[in-house]
């Protein structure tokens, strides 16, 4: 069974302005399925409708084939899923540590066990258990708000745009721990501008068009689609792609 299903998701911010326009998908558990898409196509805002920062207008949204659709975010973490946004994921002013600890408000009992458990898969948090969050690199902010994140135990973990501003070798660092964190049984939804890389990594790709799905498919292999490279600029491989979500030519 999939661990998460999302169906025919309809929802935007001014009223009769869909921003989403219908938009599927399903996560297994273990899996990662990336979302990508041009700047705009409503990736942030579908990652908003699943967690219950903005009120689905249609569609279905199921854990574990309960149905979530609408709850409010504490409901929507409580039943397992939780988001890690691609900006102000963690606080500055706590150390690695505390931010962990916020990690499980719910069931703070449970804090000690799971911040070992974290600590166990992102060793470098161990070693940081002091540092406050503000003077770690952008690389190690993004651990922290992954490790956060799992404090709570999901069964579903979204991710927005977390290799975002990284440097090559922090960004495939960190998609080495999102694989991993896949690999023990977590249903991974990751939103990625870094498209062709994203690919490269997940089981499956989802491309996003005006809030609608547009392509999906084996991820690996639909990254070697001309017809997928062809809707990302070319160039250096950076694999974003325009406002439109088609091709764009690109000088030699
Ligand atoms: N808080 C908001 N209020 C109004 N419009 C928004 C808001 N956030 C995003 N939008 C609009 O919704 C559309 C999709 O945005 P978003 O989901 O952030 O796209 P993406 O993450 O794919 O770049 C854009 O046109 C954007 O301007
Ligand atoms: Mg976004």
Do not use: W
Request: hydrophobic share 45%.
């Amino acid at each position: 069974m999939t661990a998460l299903t999302v169906e025919g998701l309809l929802g935007g911010y001014a009223a009769a302005d869909h921003v989403v326009k219908g938009v599927s998908l399903a996560v297994a558990p273990g899996e990662l399925v990336c979302v990508i898409g041009p700047n705009g196509a409503g990736k942030s805002t579908v990652l908003k409708l699943l967690t219950g920062l903005l009120r689905p207008r249609g569609g279905r949204v199921a854990l574990d084939g309960r149905d979530v659709t609408g709850l409010p975010p504490r409901a929507v973490l409580e039943a397992g899923m939780v988001l890690v946004p691609q900006e102000r994921n963690v606080f500055g002013t706590l150390t690695v540590e505390e931010n962990l600890a916020m990690g499980c408000f719910l069931d703070a009992r449970r804090a000690r066990s799971r911040m070992a458990a974290v600590m166990d898969r992102f060793p470098l948090l161990a070693e940081r258990r002091r540092q406050l969050a503000r003077t770690m690199s952008g690389g190690q902010r993004q651990i922290l708000a992954m490790g956060q994140a799992l404090m709570s135990e999901p069964r579903v973990l979204l991710l927005d745009e977390p290799t975002a501003g990284l440097s090559p070798k922090a960004a495939t660092d960190l998609f080495g721990l999102v694989r991993a964190t896949a690999a023990s049984g977590v249903a991974v939804l990751m939103v990625e501008q870094n498209a062709l890389q994203a690919m490269e990594i997940s089981d499956r790709a989802l491309v996003l068009v005006d809030g609608r799905n547009a392509h999906e498919g084996p991820a690996p292999a639909l990254a070697r689609d001309p017809a997928i490279r062809r809707l990302f600029l070319g160039g250096r491989g950076e694999g974003r792609m325009d406002a439109t979500g088609t091709a764009r030519e690109t000088s030699p």
